[in-house]
């Protein structure tokens, strides 16, 4: 998920009991014991915000994960926590495969591993450039929490493997028949696609039949994803998980 968070700042915010005020309406404070808000009560500007703070357990961001929310905040911000809509997501039996991406499937002089070095995976994400953003949502926190959702079993990474080199690869939660895609990378051309198209195949295997994406880019368009408004993903997800 792509964006530019530098015109939210909300450690300068005013706190108002329970919540923070925005020029655009509330958001609710957590605790590292307080439940998430409704995700009816997500701002429309910007999109999705439904709550600041609170901690990045695994119990955490698991209950995060089943209510369709997820963490999304700069280093130095508190923990944001974003249930957009529309949301973007892809159908497994819709991904696309390019022309272009075909034939380099064919060539078959790479090798992809799940799960061999996730902390590497999400560590290459992070320092990855990224076009019209400051920064990156990737915090040595989240690098941390994630590491124990793949501890815990729910957290995944694919990864392409060139000359025993990983070159490309990305990461995401699993829980039951749902799939939240996080961030991928590439160091070598196709090797993000690369990893992609065989975990969609890994997920179809396991009878997933939905793929979080988030936010609408044009790539994930290409690749077959569509948006569907939050009541239809929240309606899809509670028959997934």
Request: charge should be negative.
């Amino acid at each position: 998920m792509d964006a530019d968070l530098s015109t939210l700042r909300p450690k300068e915010l005013e706190v108002q009991g329970d919540y923070y005020q925005l020029p655009t309406g509330k958001v609710a404070v957590l605790d590292d014991d307080t439940p998430f808000p409704p995700i009816r009560d997500a701002l429309t500007e910007p999109n999705g915000l439904l709550a600041i703070g609170g901690e990045l357990s695994g119990e955490r961001l698991l209950s995060a994960y089943r209510s369709g929310i997820f963490p999304w905040f700069s280093e130095g911000e508190p923990v944001l926590w974003w249930s957009p809509n529309p949301r973007m997501v892809l159908f497994p039996q819709n991904f696309k495969i390019s022309n272009s991406l075909a034939k380099r499937l064919k060539k078959n002089d790479f090798e992809v591993r799940f799960n061999t070095h996730f902390r590497q995976v999400m560590e290459a994400c992070a320092n990855t450039n990224r076009p019209d953003q400051n920064g990156t949502w990737i915090t040595s926190d989240i690098i941390d929490a994630y590491c124990e959702l793949h501890q815990l079993g729910y957290a995944y990474s694919a990864e392409t493997w060139i000359d025993n080199n990983l070159v490309g690869g990305l990461y995401g939660v699993l829980i039951n028949k749902m799939f939240y895609g996080e961030s991928m990378f590439h160091h070598a051309t196709d090797a993000s696609k690369i990893a992609f198209t065989h975990l969609v195949q890994f997920l179809k295997e396991k009878d997933v039949g939905m793929i979080d994406c988030q936010m609408n880019t044009k790539h994930l368009a290409s690749l077959g994803a569509q948006e569907i408004s939050r009541n239809d993903f929240i309606s899809k997800l509670n028959d997934l998980i």
